[in-house]
T-cell receptor, first 118, second 113 residues
Framework: QVQLQESGPGLVKPSQTLSLTCTVSGDSISSGGFYWSWIRQPAGKRLEWIGRISTSGNTNYNPYLNSRLSMSVDTSKNQFSLRLDSVTAADTAVYYCARDRLWLVDLWGQGALITVSS | DIVMTQSPDSLAVSLGERATINCKSSQSVLNSSNNKNYLAWYQQKPGQPPKLLIYWASTRESGVPDRFSGSGSGTDFTLTISSLQAEDVAVYYC?????????FGGGTKVEIK
């Protein structure tokens, strides 16, 4: 079955850039017409939708993050990625990559804890 | 943004009893063009990602036990676990996917009494 796995640095310094990659296994990222999403969960807080990208590169971003955010997709590697600039402690969270079918998130990765600290 | 408000924050239910979780959205998530409510429910167990249980407010995802049911329309929704099992201990989130940015409720923690 389809599985998603996040990979990233774990610790990022304030003002630097957070980069995460999600690898999709079990099927081609290009099949099924899905979008591919990022969602984060700060400790003790509610889930926050970050944005989504199609395999053709169309994106939808959360307006609160839009100025710092970019997403990309590499269909040859079956991966999609997140880049968040100028991070602060408020960006500390578990980051999930996920599959999105017509805006409904139906499958999640295991999550990656990203801590912003000097 | 659409604000999703869940109640209660937590509840303790005896095994085999009914658990009911409420969710209210600040705007209607009913799409009048297709008459579908863009409301989903997720279950999250400790150390695990959320798992999709219900979408379109009342459609169970494949493989989800039929003791889980969703109801409601417009701005008011309910998730019901008809007979609580030990494996149902988790945090449950409602989620609207009608308007961007997508938003989630604050979660309801379900425990065994």
């Amino acid at each position: 079955q389809v599985q998603l796995q996040e990979s990233g640095p774990g610790l990022v310094k304030p003002s630097q850039t957070l980069s995460l990659t999600c690898t999709v296994s079990g099927d081609s990222i290009s099949s099924g017409g899905f979008y591919w999403s990022w969602i984060r969960q700060p400790a003790g807080k509610r889930l926050e939708w970050i944005g989504r990208i199609s395999t053709s590169g169309n994106t939808n971003y959360n307006p609160y993050l839009n100025s710092r955010l970019s997403m990309s997709v590499d269909t040859s590697k079956n991966q999609f990625s997140l880049r968040l600039d100028s991070v602060t402690a408020a960006d500390t969270a578990v980051y999930y990559c996920a599959r999105d079918r017509l805006w409904l998130v139906d499958l999640w990765g295991q999550g990656a804890l990203i801590t912003v600290s000097s | 943004d659409i604000v999703m408000t869940q109640s209660p924050d937590s509840l303790a239910v005896s095994l085999g009893e009914r658990a009911t979780i409420n969710c209210k959205s600040s705007q209607s998530v009913l799409n009048s063009s297709n008459n579908k409510n863009y409301l989903a429910w997720y279950q999250q167990k400790p150390g695990q990602p959320p798992k999709l249980l219900i979408y379109w407010a009342s459609t169970r995802e494949s493989g989800v036990p039929d003791r889980f049911s969703g109801s409601g329309s417009g701005t008011d929704f309910t998730l019901t676990i008809s007979s609580l099992q030990a494996e149902d201990v988790a945090v449950y989130y409602c989620h609207q996917y009608h308007f961007s940015p997508l938003t989630f409720g604050g979660g309801t923690k379900v425990e065994i009494k």
